[in-house]
């Protein structure tokens, strides 16, 4: 079969390619999101700093919840694709992976960890955040 095939992503140009020259299947995933940042090593950073999710934060994230048993709101897959608004942000603090939320309803801010470290500090540090930063942030 002969063809031309042309991929676009943010910012990479691809030239065209002939479909019986290509060696691979393609899988494209919003652009947009992480501008096709594949190949940087990004670190998480630490808590009160926080980043956006982005599809090259799986591995890191996947990391912090490899040990637990699977639970929706700390999968990958589940918190990139309900991440609709793109206000999902991450952080790190004492080893555990901490989530800054938006209620999927009212849009209220809100923050949740999983780990296994320092957790009386963890628990009391997000607890004070909340307190201090995200009450009534909607």
């Known amino acids: 079969m002969r063809g031309l095939l042309l991929l676009l992503c943010t910012g990479i140009p691809v030239p065209p390619m002939r479909i019986s ?4 299947a393609v899988f494209l995933y919003p ?3 992480d501008r096709c940042r594949q190949h940087e090593k990004q670190v ?3 808590f009160p700093d926080f980043k956006c999710l982005e599809w090259n934060d799986r591995k890191q994230v996947e990391q912090y919840t490899a040990p637990f048993p699977p639970y929706s709101d700390f999968n990958f897959t589940s918190l990139y694709a309900w991440d609709v608004d793109n206000k999902m942000r991450i ?12 209620d999927y309803v009212t849009g209220e801010a809100f923050l949740s960890f ?4 320092n957790l009386p500090e963890t ?16």
């Open 21 to 24: 020259e290509m060696s691979h």
């Open 114 to 117: 999983i780990g296994t470290n």
């Open 123 to 138: 628990a009391c540090t997000l607890i004070d955040y909340s307190k201090n930063h995200l009450h009534g942030q909607a």
């Open 91 to 102: 952080s790190d603090l004492h080893g555990n992976l901490v989530i800054l939320f938006s």
């Open 31 to 33: 652009a947009h999101r």
């Open 44 to 46: 998480l950073p630490q």
